[in-house]
């Protein structure tokens, strides 16, 4: 029977050829690390409501409505020139731009098509900015009207963006919407 007795320089000598074994390991998905979420249209957390307006003016969309949300300061703008952004609200908290939500709709978009698409969105995402979390999944009848809601986070030091699938149908009547919620912090 052999008893193993390791002396210091041999200890030291297995810890070093560990560490730079875990380093060999971890240092391939350090560099895949997960973008930086922008916010969107090039726009800068605390940016005023009239710089965000006029920025929308020159892109010839239009701000269709204002009004409060809480404390905060609404702008609705429609028009994109994408045609499946069919809406976008900017938040502004004291004349500060602090979250933007972007809702994508297309009128070929079935309830099977809007899913693959959110997964698929999902999965992009993920891929950019690291894995998601769920932050809800509900399906149910409310008043006679089928809703869905699924929705995953993604966080950063600055911003969290959140991924939204909502649909509703009632008989042959549907709307059915994929946002995106950009928060600064």
């Known amino acids: 029977m052999r008893i193993f007795h390791f002396g210091l320089r041999e200890i030291m000598g297995m810890t070093i050829r560990i560490l730079i074994l875990l380093w060999l390991l971890v240092a391939p998905a350090a560099l895949h690390a997960a973008e930086e979420i922008k916010v969107p249209f090039n726009f800068r957390w605390g940016d005023s409501a009239k710089l965000v307006e006029d920025t929308i003016v020159r892109t010839q969309a239009k701000v269709v409505e204002r009004r409060k949300s809480g404390a ?31 809702q994508y709709a297309d009128a070929s978009w079935d309830t099977s098509r809007l899913n ?36 995953y986070q993604w966080t950063q030091a600055y911003t969290s963006l959140r991924l939204f699938l909502y649909s509703a149908e009632q008989g042959a009547q549907s709307y059915r919407v994929l946002s995106y919620h950009y928060r600064g912090f």
């Open 72 to 102: 905060r300061d609404v702008l609705v703008v429609e028009g994109h020139p994408d045609p499946r952004l069919k809406r976008s609200l900017f938040y502004f908290a004291n004349d500060a731009l602090d979250e933007i939500e972007l």
């Open 116 to 151: 693959g698409v959110f997964e698929q969105t999902r999965r992009n995402l993920d891929n950019k900015y690291g894995i998601s979390r769920n932050v809800v999944r509900q399906r149910g009848d409310e008043a006679d009207v089928f809703q869905t809601v699924i929705g």
